[in-house]
């Protein structure tokens, strides 16, 4: 390191950008449109001691360039711009402020909230506060790590084949008895046979992990004794939380999460990052220099146009980043493909992904982002789901998203939610309970977001629970959140707005109640993981995981949040597992628009009625009182006999009259398991009781003919 002190910095090359190593030294890249002056600062191992600092006199364009001989991995160092500290220009260069480099591989250091990290006094804003921060920023090391892949093959699962499953990395393993106590709640747990084989079995085909980029606790939550714990507060979209990572064996965060990830690739599971490019952990414009703010505020956040010292908030946390700047753009883009070339992800989940498509006149399909991901080779073959709305105007897009990307439904958990269980409290009107119109516009693609605009229904990602809301148990269990842990009086979280009437009048009624609470669970996931369109399982639904009411534990990291396997509902594992078999068996809708119209033989693709065996139509989709309907797939997506689902909603028993023909049940949601083992023909009523469904299979190959 004193060899390196007394070198001079010389000018290197404008490109890659963040640190890299040659094997004779290291590069330095860094963006900054509006700085006057940039500084490389090296640091001792630790990051405790500043021990140089070197003036980055390259300049091509917008990147100011460094090259330092004799350098090697390991080295740790930070940045200091130099500008004008201009708020109302949008400026917010203070060169006493240490900054972390946008493309970090490693982070040193852990973030604690202290006055020095804040530009502005935090007692006079207007004042400028110059204590140096330098000794508690973070830093970057420079890293040059090989990872031996071996023969790791991504599974390419067809989205027409995918059944998502959305999970956090901790919660899952951390109180799992079967993984070694030092894995458990890990990366290393989430990558333990332990934990493949049971997703394995389970039959999902990939996993979607809530944020695992390196993010912060907020300074309110860190008062209260809580942390961030899904992590939707990033500051280095190219680092790990090392949270996430046991070191079990002195490897590496990054290369744990390798293991991970070839683990999960062995098991034919492939791996979806949920990734927040909206926004970053350096807040409004009260907040903390870190990063962004520091090199370039006015080029990598949306100012408002009024006051430029202000920022646009579209996501919610303070300030939005702003896509349209090229070299932002550059950013979000070249950290994708380090997670798809460098790390093997198969596909990632955007969190609050209008922001990325809006443009100065508002969203659009057209935005630079979405051309840029169309026409790059390494992004463009990997699954792209967005959370298709933000807070901003005209920030929900649901059905708007390019083609080719799916995108998080909330019409169908909306939909789908009304129809099963507020239809339990026995509905006075549509908007109570639903219809049968909507129900079944969303158990076959919604049609009405994505077909006009030639997209395929597998966009429609389906989903009636996420990690944001109620737990599937719960939302059965509970008509009012029970959010106070969070610290916020019970406001936070939604509401349940669905007024399911779950309590007991006595001892009596409690057994009646659980019952009627565990056919639902089971009609639930049997709409969902049936349905035309990419299921997503919300972790721990298949096997009755309760958070006690709490409908937005972002900020439980304690066994509220973590799985517990111990007190697994094994009839409700059990039949989530037979369910998501017949799924993959049968694929019961096609990924093509059906016509509802008859075929050169009278034949039907697809078909509805009424219990009574009359063709549903008209006025009769609309009314809110009836619950109970039948649809005829004359045309499945893998099986090649016509199957039948009944669907009574209701909270009295409904007889069906079968179509002509020998049918097979193949699911009876009303059985602990969804065991079904009879047949009938169609002469014969079939009784299905409240809040079910059955699924059954013709056993001929004779569709029948409407006449």
């Not at 390259?58 to 004799?70: K, T, V």
């Not at 920030?395 to 239809?423: A, H, I, L, M, T």
């Not at 958070?547 to 697994?568: S, V």
């Not at 078999?581 to 078909?607: I, M």
Request: glycine share 10%; hydrophobic share 35%; with cysteine.
């Amino acid at each position: 390191m004193d060899e390196l002190t007394a070198a001079t910095l010389q000018i290197g090359q404008p490109w890659p950008l963040g640190a890299h190593f040659d094997g004779h030294g290291v590069n330095f890249g860094v963006f900054s449109a509006n700085a006057q002056a940039m500084d490389l600062c090296l640091f001792d191992a630790s990051g405790t001691h500043e021990l140089a600092r070197l003036r980055l006199f390259g300049r091509s364009g917008d990147i100011w360039h460094g090259y330092l001989p004799g350098a090697q991995p390991g080295l740790v160092y930070g940045l200091r711009a130099h500008g004008p500290w201009r708020p109302d220009r949008g400026h917010r260069f203070d060169s006493s402020k240490l900054l972390l480099d946008p493309y970090a591989r490693d982070v040193v250091g852990e973030f604690i909230w202290r006055d020095e990290h804040f530009a502005p006094d935090r007692q006079h804003p207007r004042h400028l506060e110059t204590h140096d921060n330098a000794r508690l920023a973070l830093k970057a090391r420079v890293i040059n790590d090989h990872f031996d892949w071996g023969d790791d093959q991504a599974p390419r699962t067809p989205l027409e084949s995918s059944i998502i499953y959305e999970c956090h990395v901790k919660g899952f393993s951390k109180r799992n008895p079967l993984i070694p106590p030092e894995l458990r709640g890990t990366l290393a747990g989430l990558g333990h046979s332990a934990s493949t084989n049971y997703l394995k079995l389970l039959g999902i085909t990939a996993v979607s992990l809530l944020p695992v980029h390196y993010s912060l606790s907020e300074e309110r939550l860190v008062g209260m004794g809580l942390s961030n714990y899904w992590g939707y507060n990033s500051i280095a979209f190219f680092c790990i939380n090392p949270r996430l990572s046991s070191g079990h064996g002195g490897v590496s965060v990054r290369t744990e999460f390798r293991n991970m990830v070839r683990a999960l690739h062995a098991a034919g599971l492939e791996v979806i990052l949920d990734v927040v490019y909206n926004h970053t952990a350096e807040a409004d414009q009260s907040g903390p220099t870190i990063s962004f703010r520091g090199l370039d505020n006015a080029s990598y956040y949306r100012l408002s146009t009024n006051d430029l010292s202000r920022y646009e908030n579209y996501s919610g946390c303070g300030n939005t980043l702003d896509v349209q700047q090229p070299r932002v753009l550059q950013l979000v883009m070249d950290s994708l493909r380090y997670w798809v070339s460098d790390m093997h992800i198969d596909g990632f989940r955007f969190d609050l992904a209008t922001v990325l498509g809006r443009t100065d006149s508002g969203f659009s399909a057209q935005a630079a982002f979405f051309a840029a991901v169309a026409q790059d080779p390494v992004l463009c073959r990997v699954k792209m789901i967005a959370e298709p709305w933000d807070i901003g105007p005209g920030g929900y897009q649901v059905g708007e998203f390019p083609r080719g990307w799916s995108e998080w439904n909330d019409k169908f958990r909306d939909s789908v939610r009304r129809f099963w269980v507020q239809s339990a409290a026995a509905p006075k009107s549509a908007s109570e309970g639903g219809t049968r119109g909507d129900f079944a516009m969303r158990l076959c693609g919604s049609s009405d977001l994505y077909q006009a605009r030639r997209r395929s229904p597998a966009e429609s990602l389906n989903y009636v629970i996420s990690h944001d809301g109620f737990t599937l148990r719960d939302l059965l269990s509970y008509n009012q959140r029970n959010n106070l842990a969070n610290g916020e009086d019970n406001r936070d979280g939604q509401g349940n707005s669905l007024n399911f009437n779950c309590g007991a009048e006595g001892p009596s009624e409690i057994p009646t109640i659980n019952r009627m609470r565990s056919r639902l669970q089971r009609s639930l996931l049997t709409t969902l993981l049936l349905a035309q369109g990419t299921p997503m399982l919300c972790a721990g639904d298949e096997m009755g995981h309760t958070q006690d009411g709490n409908n937005n534990p972002y900020c439980q990291d304690n066994p509220l949040t973590w799985i517990n396997w111990d007190a697994l509902d094994a009839d409700l594992l059990a039949f989530t597992q037979h369910l998501i078999s017949l799924r993959h068996q049968l694929r019961p809708f096609a990924n093509q628009w059906y016509s509802g119209a008859p075929d050169a033989s009278g034949n039907y693709d697809l078909s509805w009625w009424n219990a009574d065996g009359s063709a549903l139509q008209g006025d009769a989709w609309h009314q809110p009182l009836q619950r109970a309907l039948g649809c005829l797939i004359g045309k499945p997506g893998r099986s090649k006999l016509p199957l039948l689902l009944l669907i009574n909603s209701g909270a009295s028993p409904e007889t069906f009259a079968l179509p002509r023909g020998q049918w097979q049940a193949l699911l009876d949601t009303s059985h602990p398991r969804g065991l079904a083992v009879w047949r009938a023909a169609g002469t014969t009523p079939v009784p299905v009781v409240a809040h079910s469904l059955l699924l059954l299979q013709q056993t001929t190959t004779r569709l029948y003919q409407k006449s």
